[in-house]
């Protein structure tokens, strides 16, 4: 089997390439190989690749710059998309795509299912629900697995700027009113192995993701705020800085985000008996890891 994995060198992208490697031929292309703000030429890659699934890792995923780069934004999370759905339409190609918990308004009292209304409250998350859109109504055998709050080792994340900033500041205030889910790129990837490896088995991959086709809910479980989130990653790796709680009205940042953001992962057990760990374990396995 030949995957094509786009946004290889991105936190997802690359936990993905070392995990999927026992699948088959993997494709592991970075925005120079694959570039999804010029999508003739990513096209061409595909044409002369011919891959048996696309898992478009690659996203434009800076929630704040997005409210001023809305175009390349809506190019990265929303045509690309379209097209790489479109594209697999037309070939013997599946796609797998990752979205997100910012599709909601985070004024729901508990996790989001898949029934529930995405409703974005900012450009990033207008965006990446115009990306889902567009793959579904291309009909082409896809999975959107919907995920949240996603960290690594590497790269900008919740994390890794935690990391920086209590090895320098004395003081810390985090957001402690909204509501999620921390989710370990290294989670996501052995769950998307699993269920690949899965399907695999069939007579035909295809047909197989054709029948489950759909959007799917995919986290690590259990809710939490930024601001124990942070504690915890503090009470695993620990800081001198002193960590304290604050609402977000004390934390104005240009797009708005969801209070709360959970996303119910039942539909994802019920149909490949799958269950990401609880957010604190996968977080104890990551740094356990450095
Ligand atoms: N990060 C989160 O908290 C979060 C939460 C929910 C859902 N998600 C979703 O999870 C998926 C993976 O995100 P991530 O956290 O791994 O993001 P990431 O670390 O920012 O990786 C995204 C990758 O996409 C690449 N990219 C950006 N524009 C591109 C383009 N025009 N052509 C090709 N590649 C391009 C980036 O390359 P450069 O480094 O060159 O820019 C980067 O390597 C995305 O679909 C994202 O929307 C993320």
Redesign the pocket.
């Known amino acids: 089997m030949k995957i094509l994995i ?8 690359s936990s993905l390439a070392t995990t999927l490697t026992p699948l088959g031929t993997l494709f592991a292309f ?2 120079a190989e ?5 999508m003739p030429s ?1 096209l061409r890659t595909l044409e002369r690749i011919q891959p048996d699934l696309i898992i ?7 929630v704040d710059r997005a409210e001023v780069e809305m175009e ?1 934004a809506y ?3 929303a045509e ?1 998309p379209m097209l790489l759905a479109q594209y697999c339409s037309h070939h013997a190609c599946a796609l797998i ?6 599709v909601f308004n985070g004024q729901k009292d508990s996790a989001y299912t898949e029934e529930d209304e995405p409703d974005p409250i900012n450009v ?1 998350g207008r965006t ?1 629900r115009q990306g889902e859109v567009g793959i579904l109504e291309s009909g082409c055998p896809a999975f959107i697995f ?7 080792l590497t ?4 994390l890794t700027t935690m990391q920086q900033l209590g090895a320098t500041r004395d003081e810390l205030r985090i957001v402690n009113d909204q509501w999620g889910s921390p ?1 370990w ?1 290294y989670s996501l990837a052995r769950a998307t192995f699993a269920i690949i490896d899965s399907l695999a088995q069939q007579p035909s991959l295809l047909k197989a993701i054709d029948q489950h086709r759909g959007i799917y809910h995919m986290s690590n479980q259990q809710l939490t705020t930024w601001y124990d989130f942070a504690r915890a990653i503090f009470a695993l790796a620990p800081t001198t800085a002193r960590v304290t709680g604050i609402p977000s009205s004390q934390y104005p940042t240009p797009a708005q985000r969801p209070a709360m953001s959970g996303l119910n992962n039942q539909k994802l057990k019920d149909h490949f008996d799958i269950s990401l760990a609880n957010w604190h374990d996968a977080l104890q396995e990551c740094l356990q890891n450095t």
């Open positions: 786009t946004g290889a060198q991105g936190q997802l992208g970075g925005r694959l570039d999804l703000a010029n990513a478009n890792a690659a996203a434009y995923t800076a390349l190019q990265v999370n690309a795509h990752y979205s997100t918990d910012y990033y990446k919907r995920t949240s709050w996603v960290y690594s790269g900008r994340n919740f989710t790129t």
